[in-house]
Nanobody
């Protein structure tokens, strides 16, 4: 079965950096687009970044220039490098993919930006 496991979250001061990882299994990773979403308390889940199987990327406007999504097909892993973190980036971050039209989500990793 498809499994996505996120890691790398934590508490960081404003201006700091974190790198999130999402390890995938149960899919032919290289042919799937991968997505990072986030959900802050009391807010809807939003798409932060995605990367196509060919490496094309898209970003939420508020993270452009600060976050970078990348993938390592040899490791079946997608990353989200987050620099210049702000308190409003505080959220649970989720990895998502699709297979045969069905969505698969990871369990999420908490990112807290606070001084």
């Amino acid at each position: 079965q498809v499994q996505l496991v996120e890691s790398g979250g934590g508490l960081v001061q404003p201006g700091g950096s974190l790198r999130l990882s999402c390890a995938a299994s149960g899919i032919i990773f290289s042919i799937h687009a991968m997505n990072w979403y986030r959900q802050a308390p009391g807010k809807q889940r939003e798409l932060v970044a995605n990367i196509s199987r060919g490496g094309s990327t898209n970003y939420l406007d508020s993270v452009k220039g600060r976050f970078t999504i990348s993938r390592d097909n040899a490791k079946n892993t997608v990353y989200l490098q987050m620099n210049g973190l702000k308190p409003e980036d505080t959220a649970v971050y989720y990895c998502k993919t699709q297979k045969f039209g069905r969505e698969y989500w990871g369990q999420g990793t908490q990112v807290t930006v606070s001084s």
